[in-house]
């Protein structure tokens, strides 16, 4: 008999076809499909789950009693219950690496849109008001020789901090619990403890993965220790920063301006107050949402479900310690 796969939205028809080569696939191509009954039913036939964007609790994996391996088509893993996943042996695979420059391409945006006040002038000139040259209260601050402090310094911070030392001759700090000494020597980047790094840094970006160590990490006293018109970007996840905590810092001036790609509760609730704050940016988690790489993570994503259920190793897992688990039964 063939393997079933639950695939949730993203694929697109020849990575469809590419699965169906080898098992049978239930495809649901939209987010409310996950509360229907087909998509239950689905679930409780599955070897493989293929899923964006979809809050993987303990209770959906006890719903699925055949399921071996899940897909993310994403790289952060903040929404699958990892404990339980060990716990019943199912492989989780993510997708690193495909999305590291298209996101830090975005964390750069953020940084430039803030610091030039982008969007709030582009959104002036839309509403009829340039009728001079502006002036210095419309002005906004350099980019290019300031301080970038980067708050997790893996491959999408190591991304962001390439762009801003080698393209705009900014200085590179960075707070980690053991040291880089490779991107030490190729960015001059310099290992600060958090604290050092949010007093001294006028572009702080987060890009840490959200975990029970980093959320609420920038917290009210964090931001406290931030320079007055310091700049604040979150390419990560909302919850590592406390919004509630952020929206008091910038409404009092503590902070200058904040780039936010990622909220605590997504989609943004209408009534937050941040997307109309002159000095906030605040984008859909467009992050690595182009053409190029989303297809590009939906593809790894089939690779590593077609290695997995074939029983090679995949490239990309999460958990690898299930791998030899597997292999030692
Ligand atoms: N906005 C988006 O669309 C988008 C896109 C891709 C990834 N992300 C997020 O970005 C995260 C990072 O992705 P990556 O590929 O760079 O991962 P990564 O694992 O390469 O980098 C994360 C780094 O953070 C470090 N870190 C962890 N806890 C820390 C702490 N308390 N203080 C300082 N550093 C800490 C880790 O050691 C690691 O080096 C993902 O987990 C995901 O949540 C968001
Ligand atoms: O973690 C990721 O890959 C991004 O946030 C896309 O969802």
């Known amino acids: ?37 087909a998509f239950h039913a689905a679930l409780a036939k599955a070897h493989g789950l293929i899923t964006a964007g979809l809050k993987v609790t303990p209770q959906l994996i006890d719903s699925a009693p055949h399921l071996e391996t899940i897909a993310s088509i994403s790289v952060g893993y903040d929404n699958y219950p990892l404990a339980t996943l060990n716990e019943r042996n199912i492989l989780l695979c993510n997708t690193p690496d495909v999305l590291t420059e298209t996101t830090a391409d975005t964390g750069f945006l953020l940084i430039m849109a803030t610091a030039r006040r982008a969007i709030e002038l582009a959104s002036w000139v839309k509403d009829g008001h340039w009728k001079s040259s502006i002036g ?47 991107l030490e020597k190729e960015l001059g980047a310099q290992r600060l403890s958090l604290q050092e790094l949010l007093a001294t840094s006028d572009f702080v970006c987060v890009s840490v993965p959200l975990n029970a160590d980093t959320e609420k990490l920038i917290d009210s006293a964090a931001l406290k220790r931030m320079k007055p ?42 009534e937050s107050p941040l997307p109309y704050m002159p000095n906030v940016v605040a984008l859909p988690h467009i992050g690595s949402a182009t053409h190029e790489t989303r297809a590009a993570m939906a593809q790894r994503a089939v690779d590593n479900m077609l290695l997995a259920l074939a029983g090679s190793n995949p490239i990309s897992p999460v958990n690898p310690e299930v791998l030899t688990r597997r292999a030692s039964v």
Do not use: C, W
């Not at 970038?148 to 762009?163: D, E, N, P, S, T």
């Not at 310091?230 to 919004?243: A, P």
């Open 1 to 37: 008999m063939r393997k079933r796969i639950v695939a949730f939205r993203r694929l697109n028809q020849e990575q469809l076809t590419q699965l169906r080569q080898h098992y049978d696939v239930d495809f649901f191509e939209h987010h409310e499909d996950a509360d229907s009954p």
């Open 136 to 182: 210095p209260d419309l002005f906004g601050s350099d980019v290019h020789g300031k301080t970038l402090g980067m708050v997790g310094f893996g491959r999408i911070g190591a991304a962001i901090a390439r762009r801003g030392s080698l393209g705009f001759g900014m200085q590179i700090r960075y707070t980690m619990a053991s040291p880089k000494p490779e």
């Open 229 to 270: 018109n310091g700049i604040l970007i979150n390419i990560s996840r909302g919850k590592v920063i406390d919004e509630q905590a952020l929206i008091e810092a910038l409404n009092t001036g503590q902070i200058g301006a904040a780039g936010l790609d990622v909220f605590e509760q997504e989609p943004l609730p209408v």
